[in-house]
């Protein structure tokens, strides 16, 4: 048996959506992408083109949230499901996106390189505990142009599991998804079996950056399952109490779940997220209390 804890009561996460669907109102959602401010246009929300802020009504984002699927697999390089995204399932992945490291032989914390990459690629594989990999950290020798592209072919050269990545721009979205789709014998072959899902992640407080806005509409098109990950920082890009910084996330996952399912209804999506506490001492979040000497 799952233990289960619960933390919220079913009125207090009632009451959490009907605030956040009241954000999505007043003050609204900064939405900087054209195409995703005409998409929501369309279904009848209200845009202020001067201030790319978008007025996204119950009305619009409710239906989005029913037409999300409840759950959906990522599968091997063999074509077999290997992780489900639904229910109480658990998996894990190594993390992504780490800047630097603590050197193994030397415990030196420095920046990390392509070779750190493969070393994590390749202990990933191994361990049965991992179902995933990801793109866990950068390659700051690599420019930063083709950055997001390399990460993923290191991780399509040595290993066969899923992954769990991210593109950083509009159009290395595209080059990674046809990545994904040689490997997976063409695009609609990826969209049935998907190999991969991408993190995308709004800008706190109530903001879809143009890439971020259009990767959602991109990857819903292309059927690769979107993961976004809203990052409330609670006292500075979000309200200083919890509760208040709850309702700010499901804001941002709620309106850009209404985006990813106006482009293509029923697409794969996972709402997400790594909120943290700004450390008023500090001036920066209490992620990493670790500093180097």
């Known amino acids: 048996m799952q233990p289960k804890i619960s933390l919220l009561s079913d009125l207090l996460i009632k009451q959490i959506l009907d605030e956040a669907f009241q954000l999505m109102m007043a003050p609204g959602i900064k939405v900087q992408s054209p195409e995703a401010r005409r998409l929501l246009?369309?279904?009848?929300?209200?845009?202020?083109?001067?201030?790319?802020?978008?007025?996204?009504?119950?009305?619009?984002?409710?239906?989005?949230?029913?037409?999300?699927?409840?759950?959906?697999?990522?599968?091997?390089?063999?074509?077999?499901?290997?992780?489900?995204?639904?229910g109480d399932a658990v998996h894990f992945d190594p993390g992504s996106s780490g800047v630097h490291i603590l050197d193994?032989?030397?415990?030196?914390?420095?920046?990390?390189?392509?070779?750190?990459?493969?070393?994590?690629?390749?202990?990933?594989?191994?361990?049965?505990?991992?179902?995933?990999?990801?793109?866990?950290?950068?390659?700051?020798?690599i420019p930063k142009a083709i950055g997001d592209l390399y990460r993923l072919f290191l991780v399509l050269m040595y290993s066969t599991k899923p992954i769990v990545t991210g593109a950083f721009s509009v159009p290395t979205l595209q080059t990674m998804i046809d990545m994904l789709a040689?490997?997976?014998?063409?695009?609609?072959?990826?969209?049935?079996?998907?190999?991969?899902v991408f993190d995308v992640c709004p800008s706190p407080p109530l903001i879809w950056s143009e890439f971020g806005a259009q990767n959602l509409i991109d990857l819903a098109r292309a059927g690769v399952p979107a993961q976004m990950v809203s990052m409330p920082l609670a006292g500075a890009a979000a309200p200083v109490t919890l509760l208040g910084s709850v309702?700010?996330?499901?804001?941002?996952?709620?309106?850009?779940?209404?985006?990813?399912?106006?482009?293509?209804?029923?697409?794969?999506?996972?709402?997400g997220g790594a909120p943290a506490i700004f450390d008023m001492r500090r001036g920066t979040t209490r992620w990493a209390p670790w500093k180097p000497p």
């Open 247 to 271: 309702v700010q996330h499901a804001a941002e996952c709620i309106s850009g779940i209404t985006i990813h399912q106006l482009a293509r209804p029923g697409a794969p999506i996972v709402w």
């Open 182 to 196: 040689i490997f997976a014998g063409g695009r609609e072959a990826l969209r049935e079996k998907p190999q991969a």
């Open 41 to 86: 246009a369309e279904a009848g929300a209200r845009v202020d083109e001067a201030s790319e802020v978008v007025h996204i009504p119950v009305e619009v984002a409710a239906p989005a949230l029913e037409s999300a699927p409840k759950q959906f697999y990522l599968y091997d390089r063999f074509g077999q499901p290997v992780i489900n995204y639904g």
């Open 104 to 141: 193994p032989d030397t415990l030196e914390h420095r920046p990390s390189y392509a070779p750190d990459l493969v070393r994590i690629i390749k202990i990933a594989e191994m361990l049965p505990q991992y179902d995933a990999q990801s793109t866990a950290v950068v390659c700051n020798e």
